[in-house]
């Protein structure tokens, strides 16, 4: 029987009644890694033995007749930029090739506790700096729905891994758009939660104040699922936040009647893509059909964002990329003194997308540019999130795309870093203003790429967003879709 | 805005980087057109407006002063590309 194709609901379902087993299950998403990852690229690591043991564990709980928590023998793919104790974690960049931490991030002890199986550690944009995983300093990630596109990024490998089969569900991390967009990209389900709601507690980190964990999966379900496994508060990370983490599986209910959905004009900006306007608009109208009310609303502050993300983000990752220094940990490229060890460590070891945002954010806040560039984007940070206060006075949730068109071919930007940070626009502002965000399959584009509905809400209301998305999803069926692989279907 | 030879070099030196003469070009010019887009922001009324560092509302966060277990000296050097005695090691830092 084909278990790879499966939501991790469906399949723990089915250990918990002993139709399969952990090892089963494990061994047929190995063989499919085995059978696509050649085309794919999601990984950067495989860590079969390991997954092999504890699905052996599991299987052993559920002879035993113990009850075994929900993501227990199901396996699932680590993005590289979350800190996994023994095993390598990169950042997919060759200045951390060989770092083997010493300790597990928060959200990595927490899978542990729940008896989960790695498959492995997924492919990034170098320090989850990119949209496409086009800046990996391994390999390129391919999307496979079409494996000459790019599966969008940073967390690309995480959610190539998710819909080609090599794994069932995955984690990534959203600093602008880096769960939703691939998640948009690859036909599956990716879930930003409200900043601060999951501890960043060995998230290797980009820009701080940005930075959130989330989950990649088949389906809603399966999003709200692993959402109860990783919220909630962490002594290890004074941001996060402190608020009771409800049962999220309990907004898993198919009613939108009388919820009032915003639709921002500034998100259908010029040049979005037909297909996609066309998709978004057309599932707009269908929750309209189902009974919600659809409400235009205006984010004036929209065409700032762009500017405001890229200078605040790179300002962030300047500062937390300083401790690359070749001294405590990570490679480094010897040099006559300290400071020349530190040079050549740094230049040699950084790609060159890492350099240019350490550089524009050392330019931002540097003496006589702070006030201009930095400080002047936190102001409009404000603006920004205001925009957001005043529309969820009128509405509970904003509905737009999730990114301006379908996944575009592998090549077809990396040499223009303005133009791929545009692509940006519709995810940026919801990491400024802290929200959550959801982003669920709509529809394809005529050349058969995946495109994503955004859904966004109030700061720590997953479950208002949880509920229109799940609504959305069980009435329509572009969910849960495993892309085949040009006939490697089994 | 065109970015000058010293500030492509001053902000090269604040990063810790080492700009090749070939590349120099490249990245002056990515610069360049990145401040021209970012002028934007320059047209927005920010007069009276508070800057946002954390979207959400944040508070300093205390604990007990007691003494947790932390990783163990050999764990913590265990991915330091020199030691010695149990401490980092680093090339020289100060002039003979």
Redesign the interface.
Known sequence: MKLYDKPAHVLHEMLAKKEISSVELTNDVFSRLDDVEGDVGAYLLTTREDAMKNAEAVDKKVAAGEEIPFLAGIPGAIKDNICTNGVKTTCASKILE???P??DATVMTKLKKNNTVVVGKTNLDEFAMGGSTENSAYHVTHNPWNTDCVPGGSSGGSAAAVASGSAIWALGSDTGGSIRQPASFCGVVGMKP???RVSRYGLVAYAS?LDQIGPIARDVTDCANILNVIAGHD?MD??S?AAAVPDYTKSLVENVKGLKIGLPKEYFIDGIDEDVEKAIRTAIDDLKNMGAEVVDISLP?T??A???Y??IAPAEA?TNL?RY????????V???????????T??QK?GTEV??R???G??AL?AGYYDA?Y?????????I?KDYTEAFKTVDVIACPTAPTPAYKIGAMIND??KMYLQDICTVPIN????PGISLPCGFSEKGMPIGLQIIGK?LDEETVIRAAFSYESTHSFAGKIANMGGKDA | MK?SKE?ME???Q?????IADDEAGM?TE??S???D??E???S?D?DG????????P?EN?F?DDEVKAS?PRK??L?????EEDGY?K????LEE
């Open positions: 060989n770092f083997v010493p300790y409200t900043y601060g104040s002594d004074s941001t936040s502050h065409p700032y762009i500017s405001t890229y200078l300047a300083e220094d070749g001294v405590s940990y990570g490679e480094r010897s040099g006559i003194d300290v400071v020349e060890m530190m040079k050549n740094r230049t950084f350099k240019r350490i550089m524009i050392n330019y540097s560039y400080l002047k984007a936190l102001k409009v940070r404000t603006l999130q870093p303005l400024l203003a802290g929200l700061p | 970015v500030d001053n902000v090269a604040l990063s810790r980087l080492t990245y990515q610069l057109h990145f401040l887009y970012v934007n922001l320059k927005v920010t407006v508070e800057p946002t560092t954390y979207a959400l944040i966060v604990r990783l764990a913590a265990q991915n330091a590309p020199e980092f680093v090339p020289r830092v």
